[in-house]
């Protein structure tokens, strides 16, 4: 069973549009990390969100945490072609694990 | 580049080889872990050593035996694998393994078995 669904699974967009991805579960979290992975690389952490209703910003990243904490939201503004990756968003579960959601693949295209 | 250095980068086994995965970090960090990841498919957790004591294993098949010879080494011996077990192997750390503990992964070693 998925703990954390995404949405979309696949999102292919040109540069300089905006895109949204989305995380969610019918459990609560303590906090939720996003990460990406490029092709050939290890997942890389872009944040952590701990508190219900947080919106980070990372550059044209804006990551929010939903006030009930049982979802979250990934949204590029203007993406490049360097946005390109699989985004993951990952939450611990009541066992202590982290569990990845499936991973949304996000292509830009210049 | 990552602080998590994982050797070799690519492998290929037959079916009755033994061989060795190698992980390593020098953060400190006192968890280490292991993820397996398919093709298009998030990382799967295989196992996870606290304080170099094994503190998680994923009911995974015993041809993936996990070392911790000290916090700074993590290693993966294989023997006997099948064709299935076929991915990208990730080795992954962070500070303590706390619940907000953020992990840094390494870039993998891509695995096939012939």
């Known amino acids: 069973t998925q703990l954390l669904e995404q949405s979309p699974q696949f999102l292919s967009i040109q540069e300089g549009e905006n895109l949204t991805v989305y995380c969610n579960s019918s459990?609560?979290?303590?906090?939720l990390q996003w990460y990406r992975q490029e092709p050939g690389e290890g997942p890389v952490l872009l944040v952590t969100v701990v508190t219900g209703g947080e919106v980070k910003k990372l550059k044209r990243l804006t990551f929010q945490f939903g006030d009930a904490r049982k979802d979250s939201s990934l949204h590029i503004t203007a993406a490049q072609t360097g946005d390109t990756g699989l985004y993951l968003c990952a939450g611990t579960d009541s066992w202590g694990k982290l569990q990845f959601g499936a991973g949304t693949q996000v292509v830009v295209t210049p | 580049d990552t602080e998590v250095t994982q050797t070799p980068k690519h492998l290929v086994m037959g079916m009755t080889n033994k061989k060795s995965l190698k992980c390593e970090q020098h953060m400190g960090h006192r968890a280490m872990y292991w993820y397996k990841q398919k093709a298009k498919k998030p990382p799967e957790l295989m196992f996870v050593y606290s304080y170099e004591k094994l503190s998680i294993n994923e009911s995974v098949p015993s041809r993936f035996s996990p070392e911790c010879p000290n916090s700074s080494l993590l290693n993966l011996h294989l023997h006997a694998l099948q064709p299935e077990d076929s991915a990208l192997y990730l080795c992954?750390?962070?500070?303590?393994?706390?619940?907000?503990?953020?992990?840094?992964f390494g870039n993998g070693t891509r695995l096939t078995v012939t």
């Open positions: 459990s609560v979290f303590s906090s």
């Open positions: 992954a750390s962070s500070p303590d393994g706390g619940e907000n503990s953020p992990l840094h």
